[in-house]
Structures are given as C-alpha cells and as structure tokens.
C-alpha cells in the first residue's frame, strides 16, 4: 500500500520555478499559507496553458505506483 497526495508534484514542480523550499511546502502549514497566492497563480497558468494538467497530474501518480492499493490523498476540487 502506498499513500500519495495529489499535490505534492504540483509542490515539487512550484519549489523548482518559483524558488521555494519544498521540505516546508510539504510540512510547514504556516509556510504553505504565505505562499498561497503564488501556488495558485502558478496552478491558473500552468492549467490554462494545459487543459489536461489535472488529470496528467492524477496520471502520472497512478501509473508511476507500483503498489497494490494507491490511497491518494488532497482530492478536494471538482475538475472540468
């Protein structure tokens, strides 16, 4: 069984573009906040410019597990 949040390529890939430390994305919850705006700015700009990056994000953590039972975790946002 493996247990992976739907978010955390979307952090690894913010962290890398906009300089930000990815250890406190993934566990700093007052960090995260601060960078709130910036995450969801680069979110809008990386879904306008791929109508498909949600479920290319889904995707790619389900075919990259080679567990039994995936539990992905953070699915809160209905997407189109």
Not at 27 to 33: A, P, S, T, V
Not at 37 to 62: I, M, T, W
Request: glycine letters at 4%; aromatic letters at 4%.
């Amino acid at each position: 069984m493996s247990v992976e949040s739907i978010s955390s390529a979307f952090k690894a890939e913010a962290a890398a573009l906009l300089g930000l430390d990815l250890d406190r994305l993934l566990d700093d919850r007052e960090y995260k906040e601060t960078q709130r705006p910036k995450l969801l700015a680069l979110l809008s700009r990386k879904r306008a410019s791929d109508a498909s990056y949600d479920e290319n994000n889904f995707l790619g953590l389900v075919d990259g597990s080679t567990a039994d039972v995936l539990v992905l975790t953070g699915l809160r946002e209905a997407t189109s």
